[in-house]
T-cell receptor
Framework: DGGITQSPKYLFRKEGQNVTLSCEQNLNHDAMYWYRQDPGQGLRLIYY???????QKGDIAEGYSVSREKKESFPLTVTSAQKNPTAFYLC??????????FGQGTRLTVV | DQQVKQNSPSLSVQEGRISILNCDYTNSMFDYFLWYKKYPAEGPTFLISISSIKDKNEDGRFTVFLNKSAKHLSLHIVPSQPGDSAVYFC????????????????FGQGTILTVHP
Protein backbone atom coordinates (compact mmCIF):
# COMPACT_ATOMS: atom_id res chain seq x y z
CA ASP A 1 0.00 0.00 0.00
CA GLY A 2 1.27 3.46 -0.87
CA GLY A 3 1.58 6.00 1.88
CA ILE A 4 3.72 8.13 4.14
CA THR A 5 5.53 6.62 7.10
CA GLN A 6 6.67 8.79 9.96
CA SER A 7 8.84 7.39 12.70
CA PRO A 8 8.94 7.23 15.58
CA LYS A 9 5.36 7.89 16.68
CA TYR A 10 6.53 9.24 20.05
CA LEU A 11 9.91 10.83 20.73
CA PHE A 12 11.42 12.23 23.90
CA ARG A 13 14.34 14.61 23.84
CA LYS A 14 16.44 16.16 26.52
CA GLU A 15 16.94 19.90 26.40
CA GLY A 16 19.97 20.86 24.32
CA GLN A 17 19.90 17.74 22.17
CA ASN A 18 19.29 17.54 18.45
CA VAL A 19 16.77 14.97 17.25
CA THR A 20 15.81 13.76 13.75
CA LEU A 21 12.30 12.81 12.68
CA SER A 22 11.97 10.40 9.80
CA CYS A 23 9.53 10.71 6.88
CA GLU A 24 9.40 8.24 4.01
CA GLN A 25 6.88 8.09 1.16
CA ASN A 26 6.31 5.53 -1.58
CA LEU A 27 3.71 7.55 -3.48
CA ASN A 28 6.25 8.81 -6.03
CA HIS A 29 5.35 12.38 -5.06
CA ASP A 30 7.78 15.11 -6.02
CA ALA A 31 6.99 17.49 -3.16
CA MET A 32 7.29 16.90 0.57
CA TYR A 33 6.49 19.10 3.55
CA TRP A 34 6.90 19.36 7.31
CA TYR A 35 4.21 20.95 9.44
CA ARG A 36 3.99 21.52 13.16
CA GLN A 37 0.79 21.47 15.22
CA ASP A 38 0.46 22.97 18.69
CA PRO A 39 -2.60 22.50 20.93
CA GLY A 40 -5.55 24.59 19.78
CA GLN A 41 -3.71 25.78 16.72
CA GLY A 42 -3.62 24.94 13.07
CA LEU A 43 -0.74 23.41 11.22
CA ARG A 44 2.20 25.68 10.46
CA LEU A 45 4.67 25.04 7.65
CA ILE A 46 8.28 24.45 8.72
CA TYR A 47 10.06 23.45 5.50
CA TYR A 48 9.10 22.12 2.10
CA UNK A 49 10.85 20.55 -0.84
CA UNK A 50 9.47 20.45 -4.34
CA UNK A 51 12.32 18.49 -5.89
CA UNK A 52 15.27 16.40 -4.77
CA UNK A 53 18.26 18.36 -3.47
CA UNK A 54 16.20 21.53 -3.07
CA UNK A 55 14.13 22.85 -0.19
CA GLN A 56 12.69 26.12 1.07
CA LYS A 57 11.89 27.59 4.46
CA GLY A 58 8.31 27.78 5.54
CA ASP A 59 6.78 30.12 8.08
CA ILE A 60 8.56 28.78 11.17
CA ALA A 61 11.91 27.37 9.98
CA GLU A 62 14.08 28.75 12.79
CA GLY A 63 15.64 25.96 14.86
CA TYR A 64 14.95 23.29 12.25
CA SER A 65 16.92 21.77 9.37
CA VAL A 66 16.06 19.35 6.57
CA SER A 67 17.64 17.42 3.72
CA ARG A 68 16.22 15.92 0.54
CA GLU A 69 18.80 13.53 -0.88
CA LYS A 70 16.23 11.04 -2.13
CA LYS A 71 12.77 11.53 -3.59
CA GLU A 72 11.30 9.17 -1.00
CA SER A 73 12.81 10.73 2.11
CA PHE A 74 12.59 14.11 3.83
CA PRO A 75 14.01 13.96 7.39
CA LEU A 76 13.55 16.87 9.79
CA THR A 77 16.13 17.71 12.45
CA VAL A 78 14.97 19.66 15.47
CA THR A 79 18.05 21.43 16.77
CA SER A 80 18.85 22.81 20.20
CA ALA A 81 18.19 26.27 18.74
CA GLN A 82 14.46 25.51 18.62
CA LYS A 83 13.23 27.09 21.85
CA ASN A 84 9.89 25.33 22.12
CA PRO A 85 10.15 22.01 20.29
CA THR A 86 7.39 20.10 22.09
CA ALA A 87 4.68 19.64 19.45
CA PHE A 88 3.03 17.24 17.02
CA TYR A 89 4.99 17.06 13.76
CA LEU A 90 3.33 16.09 10.50
CA CYS A 91 4.98 15.18 7.22
CA UNK A 92 3.09 15.42 3.94
CA UNK A 93 3.67 14.86 0.26
CA UNK A 94 1.92 15.94 -2.92
CA UNK A 95 2.13 16.05 -6.66
CA UNK A 96 1.71 19.20 -8.76
CA UNK A 97 -1.93 18.34 -9.41
CA UNK A 98 -3.24 16.62 -6.28
CA UNK A 99 -3.85 17.59 -2.68
CA UNK A 100 -1.36 16.82 0.04
CA UNK A 101 -1.38 13.42 1.72
CA PHE A 102 -0.30 13.39 5.38
CA GLY A 103 1.53 10.88 7.53
CA GLN A 104 0.36 9.84 11.00
CA GLY A 105 2.63 12.26 12.83
CA THR A 106 5.37 12.21 15.46
CA ARG A 107 4.76 13.62 18.91
CA LEU A 108 7.97 15.16 20.24
CA THR A 109 8.28 15.94 23.93
CA VAL A 110 11.21 17.72 25.56
CA VAL A 111 11.97 16.35 29.02
CA ASP B 1 -0.93 37.56 11.30
CA GLN B 2 -3.60 34.88 10.97
CA GLN B 3 -4.40 34.70 7.27
CA VAL B 4 -6.93 31.88 7.66
CA LYS B 5 -9.32 31.98 10.60
CA GLN B 6 -11.85 29.57 11.97
CA ASN B 7 -13.59 31.60 14.64
CA SER B 8 -15.64 28.78 16.14
CA PRO B 9 -13.43 26.48 18.24
CA SER B 10 -16.22 23.93 18.54
CA LEU B 11 -19.60 22.95 17.13
CA SER B 12 -22.13 20.46 18.48
CA VAL B 13 -24.98 19.07 16.36
CA GLN B 14 -27.53 16.29 16.51
CA GLU B 15 -27.21 13.27 14.25
CA GLY B 16 -29.11 13.79 11.02
CA ARG B 17 -28.99 17.58 11.18
CA ILE B 18 -26.77 19.91 9.16
CA SER B 19 -23.29 20.89 10.33
CA ILE B 20 -21.94 24.20 9.05
CA LEU B 21 -18.29 25.01 9.61
CA ASN B 22 -17.02 28.46 8.71
CA CYS B 23 -13.69 29.88 7.60
CA ASP B 24 -12.49 33.39 6.76
CA TYR B 25 -9.32 34.45 4.99
CA THR B 26 -7.52 37.73 4.45
CA ASN B 27 -4.96 37.03 1.72
CA SER B 28 -6.37 37.93 -1.72
CA MET B 29 -3.71 35.77 -3.36
CA PHE B 30 -5.35 32.59 -2.09
CA ASP B 31 -7.02 30.83 -5.01
CA TYR B 32 -7.56 27.29 -3.77
CA PHE B 33 -9.25 26.19 -0.59
CA LEU B 34 -9.43 22.83 1.13
CA TRP B 35 -11.01 21.15 4.11
CA TYR B 36 -9.19 18.47 6.05
CA LYS B 37 -10.57 16.21 8.78
CA LYS B 38 -8.36 15.14 11.66
CA TYR B 39 -8.66 12.70 14.53
CA PRO B 40 -6.44 13.06 17.64
CA ALA B 41 -2.86 11.81 17.23
CA GLU B 42 -3.40 11.16 13.51
CA GLY B 43 -2.58 13.04 10.33
CA PRO B 44 -5.26 15.11 8.56
CA THR B 45 -7.16 13.50 5.71
CA PHE B 46 -8.33 15.48 2.71
CA LEU B 47 -12.08 16.00 2.52
CA ILE B 48 -13.04 18.43 -0.22
CA SER B 49 -11.64 21.44 -2.07
CA ILE B 50 -12.75 24.38 -4.19
CA SER B 51 -11.04 26.62 -6.68
CA SER B 52 -11.59 30.36 -6.57
CA ILE B 53 -13.26 30.21 -9.99
CA LYS B 54 -16.17 28.31 -8.44
CA ASP B 55 -18.60 29.18 -5.70
CA LYS B 56 -19.73 25.67 -4.80
CA ASN B 57 -18.37 22.15 -4.86
CA GLU B 58 -20.27 19.08 -3.74
CA ASP B 59 -19.13 15.57 -2.87
CA GLY B 60 -21.75 13.31 -1.35
CA ARG B 61 -22.76 14.66 2.06
CA PHE B 62 -20.12 17.40 1.90
CA THR B 63 -20.53 20.76 0.16
CA VAL B 64 -18.13 23.67 0.25
CA PHE B 65 -19.31 27.19 -0.54
CA LEU B 66 -16.98 30.05 -1.41
CA ASN B 67 -17.86 33.75 -1.22
CA LYS B 68 -14.86 35.55 -2.69
CA SER B 69 -16.14 39.05 -2.09
CA ALA B 70 -16.54 38.29 1.61
CA LYS B 71 -13.39 36.14 1.72
CA HIS B 72 -15.45 33.46 3.39
CA LEU B 73 -15.98 29.76 2.87
CA SER B 74 -18.10 27.20 4.62
CA LEU B 75 -18.38 23.44 4.78
CA HIS B 76 -21.84 21.90 5.00
CA ILE B 77 -22.28 18.30 6.13
CA VAL B 78 -25.75 16.88 5.53
CA PRO B 79 -26.85 14.69 7.20
CA SER B 80 -24.34 14.72 10.03
CA GLN B 81 -23.26 11.35 11.45
CA PRO B 82 -21.50 10.46 14.71
CA GLY B 83 -18.50 9.29 12.66
CA ASP B 84 -18.09 12.86 11.44
CA SER B 85 -16.96 13.91 14.94
CA ALA B 86 -13.41 15.20 14.48
CA VAL B 87 -11.41 18.40 14.10
CA TYR B 88 -11.97 20.14 10.79
CA PHE B 89 -9.28 22.38 9.33
CA CYS B 90 -9.76 24.93 6.61
CA UNK B 91 -6.66 25.51 4.47
CA UNK B 92 -5.73 27.80 1.60
CA UNK B 93 -3.03 28.05 -1.02
CA UNK B 94 -1.90 30.61 -3.58
CA UNK B 95 -1.23 28.37 -6.56
CA UNK B 96 -1.32 31.01 -9.24
CA UNK B 97 1.42 32.87 -7.38
CA UNK B 98 3.89 30.71 -9.17
CA UNK B 99 4.74 27.09 -9.48
CA UNK B 100 3.85 26.00 -6.00
CA UNK B 101 2.87 22.40 -5.55
CA UNK B 102 -0.35 21.58 -3.85
CA UNK B 103 0.88 20.92 -0.33
CA UNK B 104 2.06 24.43 0.60
CA UNK B 105 -0.92 25.39 2.70
CA UNK B 106 -1.97 27.96 5.26
CA PHE B 107 -4.26 26.42 7.87
CA GLY B 108 -6.93 27.78 10.18
CA GLN B 109 -6.97 26.86 13.87
CA GLY B 110 -9.54 24.13 13.43
CA THR B 111 -13.11 23.52 14.64
CA ILE B 112 -13.98 20.54 16.81
CA LEU B 113 -17.21 19.00 15.51
CA THR B 114 -19.20 16.73 17.80
CA VAL B 115 -22.20 14.89 16.37
CA HIS B 116 -24.48 13.45 19.04
CA PRO B 117 -26.51 10.28 18.36
Amino acid sequence: DGGITQSPKYLFRKEGQNVTLSCEQNLNHDAMYWYRQDPGQGLRLIYYSQIVNDFQKGDIAEGYSVSREKKESFPLTVTSAQKNPTAFYLCASSTWTQEAFFGQGTRLTVV
Amino acid sequence: DQQVKQNSPSLSVQEGRISILNCDYTNSMFDYFLWYKKYPAEGPTFLISISSIKDKNEDGRFTVFLNKSAKHLSLHIVPSQPGDSAVYFCAASARAAGGTSYGKLTFGQGTILTVHP
